[in-house]
């Protein structure tokens, strides 16, 4: 299995900062990587689809990057409806796996 | 549009059989592209995909479950399921239905799920 390893697990930053989460693949796989965005009682939601494209929808404050083992999500601005925990997912080979998540707290 | 919504039973005691269904409504499952994913997820903890069926009779299993497990689709009700046997406390998760499909937009068949259901608590407890 292809592990996804997710840091930090947890942040806290200001309205208005920019926060970088970082994912790292077990072993390669290319621009098979996934980023969603989950808040309390719901489900997932796609923001970031093959490593940096984004989801239609989805604020142009969030972007993605990376190939191969190493991944970044990048919130340039955050607002208070970012506040959630975000999982990177590999998509490159089956069992499908996700990071452990991170929490995106506001400061 | 396309939506899911899962259904079966909250409350189960150990060593009884999980049974999830998934209902499929504003689109087909019938698309051989396509695979209809279980995602499970344990209160306070991260998501653990559990497997996912196609139409063209592909079925992939994690694993972890690979030997309690198994999934079916019904194309007549456009509804998959899930069967999880001899379950234990530790199977107490939210349980998801999901649609992995591939980007039709950049054209490079990146997979990914997009489409989601609110999710099912199922609670294993004597």
């Known amino acids: 299995d292809t592990q996804m390893t997710q840091s930090p697990s947890s942040l806290s930053a200001s309205l208005g900062g920019r926060v970088t989460i970082a994912c790292r693949a077990s072993?390669?796989?290319?621009?098979?990587l996934n980023w969603y965005q989950q808040k309390p009682g719901k489900a997932p939601k796609l923001l970031i689809f093959?490593?940096?494209t984004s989801e239609g929808g989805v604020p142009s404050r969030f972007s993605g990057a990376g190939s191969g083992t190493d991944f970044t999500l990048t919130i340039t601005s955050l607002q208070l409806e970012d506040v959630a925990t975000y999982y990177c997912q590999q998509s490159y080979a089956t069992p499908r796996t996700f990071g452990q998540g991170t929490k995106v707290e506001l400061k | 549009q396309v939506q899911l919504q899962e259904s079966g039973p909250g409350l189960l005691k150990p060593s009884q059989t999980l049974s999830l269904t998934c209902t499929v409504t504003?689109?087909?499952?019938?698309?051989?592209?396509?695979?209809w994913t279980w995602i499970r997820q344990q209160p306070g903890k991260g998501l653990e995909w559990v497997g996912c069926v196609s139409n063209s009779g592909s079925k992939f299993y994690n694993p972890s479950l690979e030997s309690r497990v198994s999934m079916s689709l019904d194309t007549s009700k456009n509804q998959f399921s899930l069967h999880l046997r001899s379950v234990s406390a530790a199977d107490t998760a939210v349980y998801y239905c999901a649609r992995d499909t591939f980007d039709t937009v950049t054209a490079e068949l990146r997979r990914y799920f997009d489409l989601w259901g609110r999710g099912t608590l199922v609670t294993v407890s004597s």
């Open positions: 093959g490593a940096s």
């Open positions: 504003g689109g087909s499952i019938s698309n051989d592209d396509d695979f």
């Open positions: 072993q390669y796989i290319g621009r098979d």
